[in-house]
Nanobody, 124 residues
């Protein structure tokens, strides 16, 4: 397994969750990373992204002010802190890597490595 997201679960509206994405070094080092989510019947959508250095982050409008992504390059791990969760945040969350020297962005076509998702369910 090259990418593995974890940390999902069931939480009440207004609560918080912290997702983790553990990656193998070859697809984490020097790679931009992203979080996406998918709801059955809808297209997979961009949530947040982070440059290889961690110096730049990008968020979907719905995530701004509530979600924060970060990375620990020494641990080959990326995180997504989600606060003030809403029922509409319910989805399977995936982490993805652009591969070495990739540029962070919202287009899922730019991400070449995908992990297994983790289910996030927010109850009202």
């Amino acid at each position: 397994v090259q990418l593995q997201a974890s940390g999902g679960g069931l939480v009440q509206a207004g609560g918080s969750l912290r997702l983790s994405c553990a990656a193998s070094k070859p697809i984490f080092s020097s790679a931009a990373m992203g979080w996406f989510r998918h709801v059955p019947g809808k297209e997979r959508e961009f949530v947040a992204g982070i440059s290889w250095s961690g110096g730049s982050t990008y968020y979907a409008d719905f995530a701004k002010g509530r979600f924060t992504t970060s990375r620990d390059n020494a641990k080959n791990t990326m995180y997504l802190q989600m606060n003030s969760l809403k029922p509409e945040d319910t989805a399977v969350y995936y982490c993805a890597s652009t591969g070495a020297y990739g540029r962070v962005g919202a287009n899922l076509q730019g991400y070449h490595y995908w992990g297994q998702g983790t289910q996030v369910t927010v109850s009202s």
